[in-house]
């Protein structure tokens, strides 16, 4: 059974930095768009920073010059470095795994992060 697991999130200090992992089993996520998203209480689950395959990246505006998303495919894991956490950075972020040729996709449990101010 495929599973992705999150981890890295916690209580911080707007301004102050944490360091998401997504691992996953049964699947090898070098070949597999990966992506972040975040869903805020009431609000729409949204993109956060995507990774191609091919390593090319891109992200919400909200987080550009922020949030650094990468691969160690040896690990088999994604990371998400967040720096310069806001407030408004308060989401349960979910890691994302997507397989263009199969159009299969996987979704982690979410792990919480919270920022005060």
């Known amino acids: 059974q495929v599973q992705l697991v999150e981890s890295g999130g916690g209580l911080v200090q707007a301004g102050g930095s944490l360091r998401l992992s997504c691992a996953a089993s049964?699947?090898?996520?070098?070949?597999?768009?990966m992506g972040w998203y975040r869903q805020a209480p009431g609000k729409q689950r949204e993109l956060v920073a995507l990774?191609?395959?091919?390593?090319?990246?891109n992200y919400g505006d909200s987080v550009k010059g922020r949030f650094t998303i990468s691969r160690d495919n040896a690990k088999n894991t994604v990371t998400l470095q967040m720096n310069n956490l806001k407030p408004e950075d308060t989401a349960v972020y979910y890691c994302?795994?997507?397989?263009?040729?199969?159009?299969?996709?996987?979704w982690g449990q979410g792990t919480q992060v919270t920022v005060s101010s």
């Open positions: 994302n795994a997507y397989h263009y040729p199969t159009e299969r996709y996987y």
């Open positions: 049964e699947i090898i996520l070098s070949g597999y768009t």
């Open positions: 990774i191609l395959t091919s390593g090319l990246t």
